[in-house]
């Protein structure tokens, strides 16, 4: 088994983790620590429990695609270059910071088992058929076509396993004239349309501060497996290719545009912060600060109207229903802009919640940490790294009432689980030694 001085290296059995001592560390402000499985009430087995997944992937939609099903309680394999592994382990802030490994493999990583294979290697190659051959679902991102070239194709997997499904993910798909460029999220963002109306008309078009294109493939992914996993379990099909390109994937969150586009030749463009043709809805200045309101609902903007004290503006006829109400965006905003920047934050909202309008601070993380709701819902639960470093990470997301999301164990070290998934799959001791002598794990 490839080891390093990796600090998220467990010392507790293999298939355990240091997030399973989550207790151990007590709770920071806003979080809660985490039950290790089968604990408080969780079951040790996830929705997904039985679902064995072959991550072929690196950095962030195929992983992340992953992960989500891992969350679940599905079996998740990701194998790893044995050199360096998945780049995303040194991507952003590290730990400890020299030569450490990213927070963020923490979460993305969380609940896989890492496996060391070089792919190039006939060796190697042959190990991942064999592992395709026991896996459900097959997640990969890497350019069309490279698969192939490794032997590794759908067509070559699924003809030892008829019902496997494979999730691949890539910027933009494995047909058309453009399959074989390169795309990463961004590009995602720009050709699905949404850099396009995002930020303010006299500004260039700004990127969002997370990866999003990358992300909502991933989320598209996992949809597609499930629907394939639910056709080929209660349908009696087969397994398929669940083809999705990062373009398309943002493509389909576009709202309007297209048969605004169709009928009326209308292309949306920037807005700024408002919601275009949905009024009002945007943000507003206070004397401290920024908050975010949506008053955009017919009965809302009239309550909303009052709170700020223009009865004049909630009992106008022409403003009961949204299409009378956009034409006069300009002066509703500034009439709530008017009421919102004398006043602070806290106060604005007090009021506003009070008349039952949806408003809301722009939150920090710090924000996140503290806010009672976020505290309630449980959504940052405390973990401990092996070297005793406390670590506090998203919790699970959507939430089961019968059968949760947990965390079972912080992103694997490099290579891992190599030895128990080979030992698995029939391979002793010395087949072990010598494929890793010859660079193959």
């Known amino acids: 088994m490839s080891k390093s001085s990796n600090p998220f290296e467990s010392a507790l059995p293999q298939g355990l983790a240091a997030a399973s001592t989550a207790s151990a560390a007590g709770s920071s402000p806003g979080s809660t620590a985490s039950p290790g499985a089968g604990t408080a009430g969780l079951p040790a087995r996830g929705a997904l429990a039985g679902v064995k997944v072959l991550e072929l992937g690196t950095l962030i939609a195929g992983p992340f695609a992953a992960r989500m099903l891992g969350e679940f309680g599905a079996e998740v394999i990701k194998i790893e270059d044995p050199q360096h592994g998945d780049p995303l382990r040194k991507w952003r802030k590290l730990h400890p910071d020299a030569g450490g490994t990213s927070l963020w ?7 896989k088992k890492s496996v060391t294979i070089n792919l190039k290697s006939a060796e190697g190659q042959e190990i991942v058929r064999k592992l395709a051959a ?35 993910l890539s910027g933009y798909g494995q047909t058309g004239p453009y399959r074989d460029r ?41 949809i597609g497996a499930m629907m394939a996993l639910h056709h080929r379990n209660v349908n ?35 807005t700024g912060a408002s919601l275009p043709g949905i009024v009002p809805s945007n943000t507003y200045a206070c004397a401290d ?31 009961a229903h949204n299409d009378g109400r956009v034409p006069r965006t300009q002066d509703i905003d500034e009439a709530i802009g008017h009421w919102t920047r004398v006043r602070s934050i806290d106060d604005a909202l007090a009021v506003l919640q009070g008349a039952d309008v949806p408003a809301s601070r722009i939150y920090t993380v710090a924000d996140m940490f503290k806010d009672p709701q976020f505290i309630a819902r449980e959504m940052i639960q405390r973990h401990t790294f092996p070297d005793g470093t406390p670590i506090d990470l998203p919790n699970i997301t959507p939430k089961l009432s019968q059968t949760p999301g947990q965390t079972q164990w912080l992103g694997p070290a490099l290579g891992e689980h190599t030895e128990e998934v080979l030992g698995q799959l029939g391979y002793d001791a010395e087949h072990i030694k010598t494929l890793r002598e010859n660079g193959v794990i």
């Open 289 to 319: 600060g920024m908050i975010v309101v949506g008053g955009n609902s017919d009965p809302i903007f009239k309550r909303l109207m009052h709170a700020i004290g223009r009865p004049d503006l909630a009992e106008d006829p022409a403003l």
């Open 105 to 111: 493999w923490a979460v993305q990583a969380r609940n």
């Open 236 to 270: 009696g099909g087969r397994g398929q290719v669940v083809d999705v390109a990062l373009y398309e994937a943002v493509f389909n969150l576009m709202e309007s545009v297209v048969p605004e586009y169709s009928v009326a030749g209308m292309v949306r463009e920037r």
């Open 182 to 222: 390169p795309g990463f999220g961004a590009i995602a963002e720009s050709m699905g349309g949404l850099r396009h109306i995002t930020g303010y008309p006299e500004l260039p078009p700004p990127r969002i501060g997370i990866s999003i294109g990358d992300s909502i493939a991933a989320l598209h992914g996992v």
């Open 134 to 168: 026991q896996a459900d679902i097959v997640v990969e991102n890497f350019r069309p076509g490279l698969l192939e070239r490794f032997g590794l194709g759908y067509e070559q997997l699924s003809a030892d396993n008829p019902g496997l499904v494979m999730v691949r």
